[in-house]
């Protein structure tokens, strides 16, 4: 079993959709969780960096934790084409760790 | 802030030779630069660790004498791909962090192809 897991997609909405975005986890060591943005042929860029359970919002981006499940989300409100790209959560125990867990990515189209 | 640059950003070259690639971090002191190597639809694989004026921490199976990394500054560290032939192309990616709980930020990454 993998350390993340995450749905490749790929995922298309129309724009001004609410998108959802998952992964869900098997470690329960893990306390610090990011989402990143990778567009095609770039690096990832990082979106949210969130510590232990509960939400954080910026923006149009709300990131969730949820511990017990073992189960993170990003959602974006108001989806627009600019956010077509992939999202990538990755995760560790400790916040400085060098090891970060990565998911596989979900690709995201957001249709005019 | 936190931004990562990455030099140069694409590289086309024969087989033999070898490339180094360049990664900066802008407006901050990174002591801990990280290399990635990430192939087509897929995440991506950490290869290497380095902290400022230490040797590279290499994840196994990165051969260290293949891929030579090196940190000499808070700002810069270089990725040598030594030798380099078509099963080395790739894209490589690097990452950097301040210090303490940190994430990690990218670079634009470098697409190498060996011919």
């Known amino acids: 079993q993998k350390e993340v897991e995450q749905d490749p997609g790929p995922l298309s909405v129309p724009e001004g959709a609410i998108v959802s975005l998952n992964c869900t986890y098997s470690?329960?060591?893990?306390?610090?969780f990011m989402w990143y943005r990778q567009y095609s042929r770039k690096g990832p860029e990082l979106l949210m960096y969130?510590?232990?359970?509960g939400n954080k919002e910026d923006g149009r981006f709300t990131a969730q934790v949820d511990k017990s499940s073992k189960y993170i989300s990003l959602f974006i409100r108001d989806s627009q084409p600019s956010d077509s790209a992939t999202y990538l959560c990755?995760?560790?125990?400790?916040?400085?760790?060098?090891?970060?867990?990565f998911g596989t990515g979900t690709r995201l189209t957001v249709i005019p | 802030g936190a931004v990562v640059s990455q030099h140069p950003s694409r590289v086309i070259c024969k087989s033999g030779t070898s490339v180094k690639i360049e990664c900066r971090s802008l407006?901050?002191?990174?002591?801990?630069m990280f290399w990635y190597r990430q192939f087509p639809k897929q995440s991506l694989m950490l290869m290497a660790t380095s902290n400022e004026g230490s040797k590279a921490t290499y994840e196994q199976g990165v051969e260290k004498d293949k891929f030579l990394i090196n940190h000499a500054s808070l700002t810069l560290s270089t990725l040598t791909v030594t030798s380099a032939h078509p099963e080395d192309s790739s894209f490589y990616i690097c990452?950097?962090?301040?210090?303490?709980?940190?994430?990690?930020?990218f670079g634009d990454g470098t697409r190498l192809s060996i011919l």
């Open positions: 990755a995760m560790s125990a400790q916040g400085g760790a060098n090891n970060l867990f």
């Open positions: 407006d901050f002191q990174a002591t801990t």
């Open positions: 990452s950097a962090r301040r210090f303490g709980n940190q994430p990690q930020h």
């Open positions: 470690n329960s060591a893990f306390q610090y």
């Open positions: 969130t510590y232990s359970s």
